[in-house]
C-alpha cells in the first residue's frame, strides 16, 4: 500500500469515524428533539387543558356576563321607560309649577295692592283715631258734667217726688172733703141750711152744685187681689182689678180713664179703659200692690183730671 492510499484511507477512515460521529450526535439529537418534543408536546397539551379549561370557564362566564348584561339591558330599558315617565310627570310638574309661580306672582301683585289700600285705610283709621280719642276726651268731660248733673236731678226729683207724693195726700184730704160734702149734698137734697150754698155766694140747686165739684172728687177707686200663678223666680203672682165707682149722672162726662203704674216689673206702665158699664175696669198681673196708681179721668170736653190712688192700702 503505498503512503498515498495510505493516508487517503487514513482520511476516508477518519472521515466515516466523523461521519459515524456526526451521525450518532445526530441521532442523539434527534432523539433529544424527539424527546423535547414529546415533553413540549406533553407540556402543550397540557397547556391546550389548561386553556381549554379556561376559555370553558371564560365561556360560562361570558354567558354569565351575556345573562348580565341582557338583564341589566332590560332594567336599563325599563329604566328608560321609568325615566321617561318620571320625565313626562316632571315636565306636567314643572308646567303645573309655572302655573302656580305665576297665579302666586298675580296674588302677590293683588296683595301689594292690597297692603297699599290698607296703609291709606292705616292711615285713616290712625287719624280717625286721634278724632276719635279727642271725642272720647271731650264725651268724658261732658259725661262727668253729665253725671254730676244726674246726681243733681236725682236729688231734685227725689225732693220733687217728696212734694208731689205730700201734694197728692193734700189733694187727696180735698178730694175726700169734697166727697163728703158732695154726700151730704145729695143726703140734704136743697135744704136751706146745705152749706155749699154759701161757697157760690148765692142759692144753687143740689145738682148745679154737683156739676160744679171737680170730677176727680165725684169717683171712688176700688181695687181687689187674687192669687194667679208663680213666676220663673218661684214668686207668687197676683191677679189685680181695677175700677171706679162714678155717680150716674156725671158718667157722661168720662170720656176714657188711664191708668197710669210706676212699676220696673210691669210690662205695661199704662192701661186705658172706655167702659162706663163696668166701672171702667182694668186688670193686670204682678208681684205685689202698687203704692201709687195715677188715675186720669179722660173729660169729654178734653181736660184731664188726675187723681192719686194708694192701691195697697185700699186692699189692706
Known sequence: ????????????????????????VGVLFV?????????????????????????????QQLAKAQQAGQAAWARFLADSQHFDATRVRIQAEESRLRAE?????????????????????????????????????TLGTRL???????????RDSTMHLRAIDSLAAQRQQFQDSLRSIYQETEKRGGSRLNPLTYLFGRRVSPGAIR????????????????????DTAGRQVLEFALWLEVPQDRRAEIRSVTY?????????????????????????????????????????????????????????
Request: hydrophobic share 40%; proline share 6%.
Open 1 to 24: 500500500m503505498t503512503p498515498l492510499l495510505k493516508e487517503e484511507l487514513d482520511r476516508i477512515r477518519q472521515r466515516y469515524r466523523r461521519s459515524g460521529a456526526i451521525s450518532a
Open 31 to 59: 432523539l433529544v428533539a424527539m424527546a423535547l418534543g414529546v415533553w413540549q408536546t406533553s407540556g402543550l397539551q397540557r397547556q391546550a387543558a389548561a386553556l381549554r379549561d379556561s376559555v370553558t370557564t371564560e365561556q
Open 101 to 137: 309661580r305665576r297665579g302666586l306672582l298675580d296674588a302677590l301683585a293683588g296683595l301689594q295692592g292690597q297692603v297699599h289700600d290698607l296703609e291709606g285705610a292705616r292711615q285713616r283709621l290712625t287719624v280717625a283715631n286721634d278724632t276719635l280719642s279727642h271725642k272720647v276726651d
Open 144 to 154: 262727668s258734667w253729665t253725671r254730676r248733673q244726674w246726681f243733681r236731678l236725682q
Open 211 to 230: 156739676s160744679r165739684i171737680p170730677l176727680s172728687a165725684t169717683v171712688v177707686p176700688h181695687a181687689s187681689a187674687s192669687p194667679a200663678a208663680t
Open 260 to 316: 197710669s203704674f210706676r212699676h220696673p216689673e210691669l210690662s205695661q206702665p199704662a192701661l186705658d179703659s172706655s167702659d162706663p158699664t163696668r166701672g171702667y175696669r182694668v186688670g193686670f198681673r204682678g208681684p205685689q200692690c202698687l203704692g201709687v196708681v195715677v188715675i186720669t179721668l179722660n173729660a169729654v170736653d178734653g181736660s184731664p183730671q188726675p187723681l192719686s190712688f194708694d192701691m195697697c192700702k185700699a186692699l189692706e
